[in-house]
């Protein structure tokens, strides 16, 4: 005899199947079992994909990943008591991002609840202003289940969490819900018989129509995109004939207006101080510029309301649009083609692409000198070229040599950020953890369009390599040509979330490889400026973290394969060899 709480768990779990979830993330645990052995019948019969997690912490985050991917929210089954707290990280950046997620915590029934009783805490509301909707659904008593009950609070809790309600209309930002389900004894049974499959996917809520802004007569228009801005920046951007400052994690980090070096540009009055009009999509995070110039007397600043539950507004007056289309003024003056708008465009772009061109000059003749001063060589080359006398041979041999040194020189923060972003293409995936590193490859890449993900919710460092499992996973089921996924981590972003590299007996393996920057500690906090007056024994301790964990032992007690990569050669070898399954690539990094 089927007990009620497995009927109830069969039946909630079939439901939110229907109305579209394809993924179910899950820790082990008693109160939660019934709807474990459930999720387990259901994916045996192919009606969906089961992740398993010992730690709730890594399956929060794994689904944030799968949803982040897919778009489709992702089921996360937790047991009750401390269970469901862990999931809070992960919970917070679903929210700041708009990742729709449904969190299916099982509890005590209210008759065990307020008495001191055995894990049992107030679970609904736990995750308080990060989750807007939450259902407690008292324990199911013996009896018929109410299953028409049961799948419209499905597909009330998958609508809500794409932002609409049950009608179809747009009534909140995306993100994460919380069904919280008590369970009386007996917990489960062992009979598990699945109802039948009525698949009816609920859709997202239709989009807004776009508010109309003109184009400057004079050009005087900047178009940021911040993270998860998407492409329809880089659209507006050629619309408007202005210029495009894109974020690596942005989407929109391609096409002919793209500016790079967009950081000194922004501080110079020629070009940042000319800026009379900001068009914001996204959540930028990686400078300091982008919210000074949008917090500056005479900057008109129109926000286009990204997924995340706040709109990015630093000056508290921007105008806040669902979405926005460039139109003609009504006098017909101001067109994205006329000269000066190209001119405008121009400016930007090439005075960009020169800088960033400057910049990486500048780093391999540093690190020429640093060699030449090591080796004791002078210049390579000089006497010849003073006397005339090279021949095409020698010269021949002269810059083999320079490309065999440029290959054995070691890897530079910014070496290793383009080397990443030289070999991943659009099957790929890139993800970036919240470090360093990602500045770096934010201030050191050009222009490519290619698929970039980061938690740049709340930026936090937890998470990172369980999200890009999620990612991973994934793309990689649902297309047959989806390439390797790369994420791009420092060490203490790798062992902050060092428990997500347990993939369990039966899990599935992702080509994943984590590109660990090592510099033994948090080297981020270097640029702090208290760095500067501080003690450094105390910056030391106290924000740097030093640690000597070795990585290789670390990489075989979890199952997975190491590879070191010290010089440039080797870094692009490791890139792009073929693993069985999952890698960890250290790099090691200077301070």
């Given at each position: 005899m089927t007990s009620p709480s497995t009927e109830y768990a069969l039946s909630l779990l079939g439901a939110l199947v229907d109305a579209g979830v394809r993924d179910v993330v899950l820790s082990p645990g008693s109160r939660s079992q019934a709807l474990a052995l459930a999720a387990a019948e259901f994916e045996g019969a192919g009606r969906l994909t089961l992740h398993v997690r010992i730690d709730e912490r890594s399956g929060g985050f794994l689904a944030l990943g799968l949803s982040a991917e897919t778009g489709v929210p992702t089921v996360v089954v937790t047991t009750s008591g401390t269970a469901v707290a862990n999931l809070h990280p992960a919970v917070l950046e679903a929210h700041h991002s708009g990742v729709p997620m449904i969190v299916l915590s099982a509890d005590r029934p209210v008759e065990m609840r307020g008495i001191g009783s055995n894990q049992t805490t107030v679970q609904p509301g736990l995750f308080a202003a990060a989750v807007g909707w939450v259902r407690d659904v008292e324990a199911p008593r013996r009896g018929p289940v109410d299953h028409d009950a049961v799948r419209a609070l499905a597909r009330d809790a998958v609508a809500e969490t794409l932002g609409g309600d049950s009608h179809g209309a747009l009534a909140r930002s995306r993100g994460p819900v919380q069904v919280n389900v008590a369970f009386r004894e007996p917990l489960s049974s062992g009979e598990q018989a699945l109802p039948p499959a009525r698949p009816e996917a609920v859709r997202p809520p239709p989009a807004t129509a776009p508010t109309p802004f003109e184009i400057d007569v004079e050009p005087a228009t900047l178009v940021v995109a911040g993270h998860a801005a998407g492409p329809e920046a880089e659209a507006l951007a050629r619309a408007f004939g202005a210029p495009l400052v894109a974020e690596a994690s942005s989407g929109a980090r391609f096409g002919p207006h793209l500016v790079s070096s967009y950081r000194a540009l922004l501080d110079d009055a020629d070009f940042g101080g000319r800026v009379r009009r900001v068009v914001v999509f996204g959540h930028p995070t990686l400078s300091r510029q982008v919210p000074a110039l949008l917090t500056r007397d005479g900057v008109e600043v129109v926000v286009v309301r990204a997924a995340g539950a706040e709109a990015y507004d630093p000056s508290r007056s921007a105008r806040v649009v669902e979405a926005v289309e460039a139109t003609r003024a009504s006098s017909g003056a101001g067109s994205a083609d006329d000269p000066a708008h190209r001119a405008w465009v121009g400016r930007w772009v090439h005075t960009g692409r020169r800088l960033l061109e400057a910049e990486a000059e500048a780093e391999a003749e540093g690190e020429a000198e640093v060699e030449r001063g090591l080796d004791g060589?002078?210049?390579?080359?000089?006497?010849?070229?003073?006397?005339?006398?090279?021949?095409?041979?020698?010269?021949?041999?002269?810059?083999?040599?320079?490309?065999?040194?440029?290959?054995?020189?070691?890897?530079?923060?910014r070496a290793l950020a383009d080397a990443l972003w030289r070999v991943s293409w659009p099957h790929d995936r890139l993800v970036l953890g919240a470090s360093r590193l990602i500045r770096e490859l934010d201030q050191a890449v050009p222009g490519k369009k290619i698929p970039v993900h980061a938690n740049r919710g709340l930026a936090g460092i937890d998470g990172t390599v369980a999200t890009a499992t999620g990612i991973a996973l994934a793309s990689q089921r649902d297309d047959p040509a989806a390439g390797t996924t790369r994420v791009l981590v420092g060490d203490l972003t790798l062992l902050h979330d060092v428990g997500s590299l347990l993939l369990g007996r039966g899990e599935t393996r992702p080509r994943l490889q984590v590109v660990v920057g090592n510099d033994g500690g948090g080297t981020i906090f270097d640029g702090l400026e208290v760095a500067a007056t501080a003690s450094a024994e105390a910056m030391t301790r106290v924000q740097f973290t030093p640690h000597d964990v070795d990585l290789p032992s670390l990489a075989r007690a979890y199952g997975w394969q190491h590879v070191e990569a010290a010089t440039r050669a080797e870094l692009d070898q490791a890139l792009v060899a073929r693993y069985e399954g999952p890698v960890l690539i250290e790099v090691p990094l200077a301070r």
């Open positions: 060589r002078g210049e390579p080359g000089t006497d010849d070229d003073a006397a005339g006398e090279r021949t095409e041979a020698a010269e021949r041999a002269e810059f083999l040599r320079r490309e065999v040194q440029l290959l054995r020189r070691p890897v530079t923060r």
